[in-house]
T-cell receptor, first 114, second 113 residues
Framework: AQSVTQLDSHVSVSEGTPVLLRCNYSSSYSPSLFWYVQHPNKGLQLLLKYTSAATLVKGINGFEAEFKKSETSFHLTKPSAHMSDAAEYFCVVSDSTNDYKLSFGAGTTVTVRA | SQTIHQWPATLVQPVGSPLSLECTVEGTSNPNLYWYRQAAGRGLQLLFYSVGIGQISSEVPQNLSASRPQDRQFILSSKKLLLSDSGFYLC????????????FGDGTRLSIL
């Protein structure tokens, strides 16, 4: 069975400082991992994906994530937070054992202080 | 490019009334289609998915049903809404190939009175 744990339910950062959102996963087989962002009353937007290619994945809006198999982690980072980054972020895993259905983390709410 | 449309964006319905939410995808053929519900302060729950016309898989026994009358159209329905059906409903699509990401619509906010 696959699952995802987002280690922080809420992260608060100052504008211009780095952002780190932590995610650990559990998967029996080679997983695919994704980060999505959701702004209020909007759908989920794909930030980046890992599908067994390079372990350091670059996404949109300056975000990147590193897949670490030994630590079963897929943490999301951004060097400098912008006010528009305030949103909820979901770490998601899928693998072939569950017909590639998505398993979502509980989400991390990011607030950005001016 | 591919796009996904959901409507309506918001809906307020009385308990016991019927429901029909529609989702359409443009720019791709034979997508896998999904309906999710997101309750306030909670994660996403997969309700239904479809790998082709007329093929519906249900993930959670409930008051809702889904249909796929056309290749790129996915409909979520209910004959009689319950208070517990309130939430944010999201439609998503992906190609039929294994590990590709899902792409989400903007959702429908459903409030039951």
């Amino acid at each position: 069975a696959q699952s995802v744990t987002q280690l922080d339910s809420h992260v608060s950062v100052s504008e211009g400082t780095p952002v780190l959102l932590r995610c650990n996963y559990s998967s029996s087989y080679s997983p695919s991992l994704f980060w999505y962002v959701q702004h209020p009353n909007k759908g989920l937007q794909l930030l980046l994906k890992y599908t067994s290619a390079a372990t350091l994945v670059k996404g949109i809006n300056g975000f990147e994530a590193e897949f670490k198999k030994s630590e079963t982690s897929f943490h999301l980072t951004k060097p400098s937070a912008h006010m528009s980054d305030a949103a909820e972020y979901f770490c998601v895993v899928s693998d072939s054992t569950n017909d590639y259905k998505l398993s979502f983390g509980a989400g991390t709410t990011v607030t950005v202080r001016a | 490019s591919q796009t996904i449309h959901q409507w309506p964006a918001t809906l307020v319905q009385p308990v016991g009334s019927p429901l029909s939410l529609e989702c359409t995808v443009e720019g791709t053929s034979n997508p896998n289609l999904y309906w999710y519900r997101q309750a306030a302060g909670r994660g996403l729950q997969l309700l239904f998915y479809s790998v082709g016309i007329g093929q519906i898989s249900s993930e959670v026994p409930q008051n809702l049903s889904a249909s796929r009358p056309q290749d790129r159209q996915f409909i979520l329905s209910s004959k009689k809404l319950l208070l517990s059906d309130s939430g944010f409903y999201l439609c998503a699509w992906t190609t039929g190939f294994g590990n590709q990401p899902q792409h989400f619509g903007d959702g429908t906010r459903l409030s039951i009175l």
